[in-house]
Nanobody, 126 residues
Framework: QVQVVESGGGLVQAGGSLRLSCAASGGTFRSYAMGWFRQAPGKEREFVAAIRWIGGGRTYYSDSVKGRFTISGDGAKNTAYLQMNSLKPEDTAVYYC??????????????????WGQGTQVTVSS
């Protein structure tokens, strides 16, 4: 059974920073990519960032976080991190880490990720 665990959420003022961590483990799990998604109250879950190990760790970002957030990680250790800088109130959401069962190309699609964490709350006050 694969488990995905996030940590690092919290309350921060606008303009501040937070770092989220994610670790996946279990059985013979191998990480091909890891992604971060978020869901704000009353809104659908949206893609935030992803890293795909095949191809040298290419990273992907949504337009709303590009230039402010940085994803990193270690494919061998099945870990991923999301450094969030210059946070805005509209970044407030539950952040989820996810991993696909196989390699995926369309890393922005939540439906292609099989394993999900429980989520961690990020609240940005104005």
């Amino acid at each position: 059974q694969v488990q995905v665990v996030e940590s690092g959420g919290g309350l921060v003022q606008a303009g501040g920073s937070l770092r989220l961590s994610c670790a996946a483990s279990g059985g013979t799990f191998r990480s091909y990519a890891m992604g971060w998604f978020r869901q704000a109250p009353g809104k659908e879950r949206e893609f935030v960032a992803a890293i795909r190990w095949i191809g040298g760790g290419r990273t992907y970002y949504s337009d709303s976080v590009k230039g402010r957030f940085t994803i990193s990680g270690d494919g061998a250790k099945n870990t991923a991190y999301l450094q969030m800088n210059s946070l805005k109130p509209e970044d407030t959401a539950v952040y989820y880490c996810a991993a696909p069962q196989f390699d995926i190309v369309t890393v922005t699609s939540a439906s292609l990720y099989k394993y999900w964490g429980q989520g961690t709350q990020v609240t940005v006050s104005s």
